[in-house]
């Protein structure tokens, strides 16, 4: 069988299982009229679902992948990464305590907490190898379920714990992860139909300037509870290791510290131990403390935290909302 036939059937296969289980035209009313006095969900999003089961009931074929709106554009400053999508509904109590993006295809990640609870919307590139043959994996799965009219799988569920994924294009999977919830898998559905393109930019305080030969930038996220308790991190990679940078309020666990002159300031080394990084870190004017972590020579610890860019105006403020 040639890799064009393969596909074929396995798209095949994957719709008629989808066939069987729909409902038919009647139940689908209902289900619709039922889901308006539970939840609040996006018009746009249930009348896309509604149509697919539909279709795949009438024997209509429905595409994995198939053309979308165009979404709104944001262009990334430097060191500040865009993140493309959002979900309109979640369940109450929840806020927004992490984003996280990066530059090409690293992913794109925000999460959202209640308690010990956690909900996660992350968008990955087709052009990463990892995520290249996802449409080919959504059509081999048996439990697959209809996400704006694209076919999508539900893995990892348990009755506490699931994972939703879908491609609203032919560049992008999201993926929608629910934990510690119950019912999880049916809140992970109610999230994902409400996701829709919505970017927002990650401006932490911090950025890279000059990083030592080799060495490239990776991601920069923000997290924290609230603006209060917020900080920034920001990763990269080289052939020498690894380096993170975090700008934070409270200082790192400096014992067995030498000083160490970072930044025209008198900082502190703590070479590595154990699974323990080796680190740099040095008190800002501002109160705040900058480490520079990594399996890396001290020199390039050094000069990693050195080339640093501050932003005196950093956006914390969406940090503990909803």
Do not use: C
Request: aromatic residues 4%.
């Amino acid at each position: 069988m040639t890799p064009s036939n393969e596909t074929e059937t396995l798209l095949r296969d994957s719709l008629e299982r989808l066939a069987e289980r729909a409902p038919d035209g009647n139940e689908v009313l209902n289900a619709l009229a039922r889901a308006r006095q539970r939840r609040r969900r996006p018009r746009l999003a249930l009348a896309a679902a509604a149509a697919a089961v539909v279709a795949v009931a009438a024997g209509v074929p429905l595409a994995v992948t198939a053309v979308t709106d165009s979404t709104a554009q944001l262009t990334p400053a430097a060191g500040q990464p865009v993140l493309t999508y959002a979900p309109d509904w979640l369940p109450g109590g929840f806020t927004e305590q992490y984003r996280s993006g990066g530059p090409g295809i690293a992913p794109q990640v925000r999460q959202w907490q209640s308690g010990a609870s956690r909900i996660e919307l992350a968008s990955h590139s087709t052009a990463d190898p990892a995520w290249a043959q996802t449409a080919l994996r959504i059509s081999a799965l048996p439990d697959q379920v209809v996400v704006h009219g694209r076919v999508g799988m539900v893995t990892s569920s348990s009755g506490t714990a699931a994972t939703l994924t879908w491609m609203p294009d032919d560049e992008h999977v999201l993926t929608a992860t629910v934990d510690g919830l119950p019912d999880a898998r049916t809140v992970a559905e109610q999230v994902a139909d409400s996701v829709a393109a919505s970017p927002v930019r990650v401006r932490g305080e911090a950025r890279f300037g000059p990083l030592p030969a080799g060495m490239r930038e990776q991601a920069t996220t923000v997290r924290g509870p609230d603006s209060a308790n917020a900080e920034t991190v920001l990763d990269a990679s080289g052939p020498t290791g690894t380096v993170h940078v975090t700008v934070a309020g409270a200082p790192p666990s400096l014992g067995g510290s030498a000083p160490v002159r970072v930044r025209a300031l008198t900082g502190a080394y703590v070479p590595a131990s154990g699974p323990a990084d080796a680190l740099v870190s040095v008190k800002l004017p501002s109160g705040r403390w900058l480490t520079a972590s990594g399996r890396v020579p001290k020199d390039q610890l050094v000069a990693v935290a050195e080339g640093i860019v501050l932003d005196s105006a950093p956006d914390y403020g969406w940090l503990g909302g909803s």
